[in-house]
């Protein structure tokens, strides 16, 4: 089972608000629950594969970051988390960050990391622009789907 495997899974679990769920399969076992009220996701497994992963209930969503994608009237191109994961904003913890607000980047201009199953994943720049809004919180868990920047193409 691989983490594509289990971000289907909690698609699934979110679109029927499902709110327990065991999976076994061979010498794996996940087992993913959630408070109705919008809580977390547990996640226990064997063998180290997955990491624990918060997943909002669909009525709970971040207010900061629906905002700012409200905000942006479709003018901005949002770069959303491929895969779920740990948000790292710079390659190591003494080093600069990949980018700042205000920062004009080009197209496939490596704006943060993804932390999955232990294995970094770069996450690039899908156009040139200035990146005007980043929502993603270093060292904090992001979901699939999840809006990490707001980049401006028309600078």
């Known amino acids: 089972m691989d983490i594509k495997d289990i971000e ?7 679109q029927n608000e499902v709110t327990d769920f065991e999976l076994q399969q061979g010498d794996s076992r996940v ?12 996640t226990e497994a064997r063998l180290d594969m997955v990491p624990a992963v918060h997943v909002p209930h669909p009525a709970a969503a971040p207010a900061a ?8 009237h479709g003018r901005f191109v949002k770069v959303e988390s491929p895969i779920v994961g740990t948000f790292y904003r710079k390659p190591s913890p ?3 960050l990949f980018v700042k607000e205000g920062d ?17 994943n770069e996450i690039e720049a899908p156009s040139s622009g200035k990146v005007v809004k980043i929502l993603g919180v270093e060292g904090k868990v992001v979901e699939f789907g999840e809006v990490l920047f707001l980049i401006d193409p028309s600078v």
């Open 8 to 14: 289907h899974i909690i698609k699934i679990l979110k």
């Open 31 to 42: 087992k993913l629950s959630r408070t109705v009220s919008g809580g977390y996701i547990h």
């Open 65 to 72: 970051s629906a905002a700012a994608v409200q905000d942006d």
């Open 94 to 96: 003494d080093a600069e």
């Open 104 to 120: 004009v980047v080009s197209k496939g201009a490596t704006l943060c990391i993804i932390e999955a199953m232990k294995l970094m």
